[in-house]
């Protein structure tokens, strides 16, 4: 079935870095995407959300970028703290339908 | 504003037998959703409430899952009898509105032995 996916399983980067995690997804249907992070023990918390009317959208040190062409989310991190290393899921959906998640990437930042 | 609320945190059961969760959602969210979480995955959904009626259930596996929201507020998760495979973490999450924002709740890991 259908299905979101992400490239990379983990990402390690360095304190004040800027982070970029990416998430492919098969659905053009999708129409609504988000970012959640999940932290051990944990459930997950929303980060961003981004419609597929709009190419990008920017919270506070994250961005969210949508590309429907080639159907590739990322989100991008700015000034990577410590306290930003967790578990990373993409989720999509269209209208009216279950959110699906993807595999999610460990990002680990050293300091 | 309190979070979505999970009880028991942790539960370890022999396989054969019986468990269940609680879940208490924000306060005012009318959907309420049940997502199964197996190590290493993203959560997958397994039943959404909308009030006290269900909206979804279709990844439900209803010859030992069930689950009941009657007051449309708090809802209970129950696995009779559990699997080896149902070893997971289930997650209970809130909204205001079906799939807008969802709020999650701290889940409850279960080890089925």
């Known amino acids: 079935g259908e299905s979101v996916g992400l490239h990379l399983p983990t990402l390690s980067v360095q304190e004040g870095d800027n982070s970029i995690i990416n998430c492919a997804y098969s659905?053009?249907?999708?129409?609504?995407f988000i970012w959640y992070k999940q932290e051990s023990g944990k459930g997950p918390q929303f980060i961003i959300d981004?419609?597929?009317?709009?190419d990008k959208r920017q919270g506070q040190r994250v961005t969210v970028l949508l590309n429907k062409t080639v159907k590739h989310l990322s989100l991008q991190i700015a000034a990577t703290q410590p306290g930003d290393s967790a578990v990373y899921f993409c989720a999509e959906n269209q209208a009216g339908t279950a959110l699906i998640f993807g595999k999610g990437t460990t990002l680990s930042v050293s300091s | 504003e309190a979070g979505v609320a999970q009880s028991p945190r942790y539960k370890i059961i022999e396989k054969r037998q019986s468990v269940a969760f609680w879940c208490n959602p924000i306060s005012g969210h009318a959907t309420l959703y049940w997502y199964q979480q197996i190590l290493g995955q993203g959560p997958k959904l397994l039943i959404q409430f909308q009030n006290n009626g269900v909206v979804d259930d279709s990844q439900l596996p209803k010859d030992r899952f069930s689950a009941e929201r009657l007051k449309g507020v708090d809802s209970t998760l129950k696995i009779q009898p559990a699997k080896l495979e149902d070893s997971a973490v289930y997650l209970c999450a809130s909204s205001l509105v079906e799939w807008t924002e969802q709020y999650f709740g701290p889940g409850t890991r279960l080890t089925v032995t």
């Open positions: 659905n053009s249907a999708s129409d609504y």
């Open positions: 981004i419609r597929s009317n709009m």
